[in-house]
């Protein structure tokens, strides 16, 4: 009687391992995720913000400028490298 509880327990073990390795290797969601690709907002910390376009160039590079207030924030990078510039009017 004993060997069918533990066989039972160890078979609980195992398929919660499996359970959670295949939650694990579930691709995770991106910032802004939550928002569908037509729409010109993103929701974050339950804030709607402006969406930025990204132009991402065929090396790889990409560019994206933000207005914030009177100055324009540029934000550029490649090979997770990035750079931002202001310019303010």
Same mark, same amino acid.
Do not use: F, H
């Given at each position: 009687?004993?060997?069918?509880?533990?066989?039972?327990?160890?078979?609980?073990?195992?398929?919660?391992?499996?359970?959670?390795?295949? /939650?694990?290797?579930?691709?995770? =969601?991106?910032?802004?995720?939550? @928002?569908?690709? $037509?729409?010109?907002? #993103? %929701? *974050?910390?339950?804030?709607?913000?402006?969406?930025?376009?990204?132009?991402?160039?065929?090396?790889?590079? /990409?560019?994206?400028?933000?207005? =914030?207030?009177?100055?324009?924030? @540029?934000?550029? $990078?490649?090979?997770? #490298? %990035? *750079?931002?510039?202001?310019?303010?009017?």
């Amino acid at each position: 009687m004993k060997t069918v509880q533990w066989a039972a327990i160890a078979g609980a073990a195992v398929l919660g391992m499996t359970a959670g390795a295949a /939650w694990a290797s579930a691709p995770g =969601q991106k910032e802004g995720g939550n @928002t569908p690709p $037509g729409w010109s907002y #993103e %929701v *974050r910390n339950g804030q709607r913000v402006p969406r930025v376009p990204r132009k991402v160039n065929a090396d790889g590079s /990409w560019t994206e400028e933000i207005r =914030q207030g009177n100055c324009t924030v @540029t934000r550029t $990078g490649r090979d997770g #490298e %990035v *750079r931002e510039t202001r310019k303010c009017d």
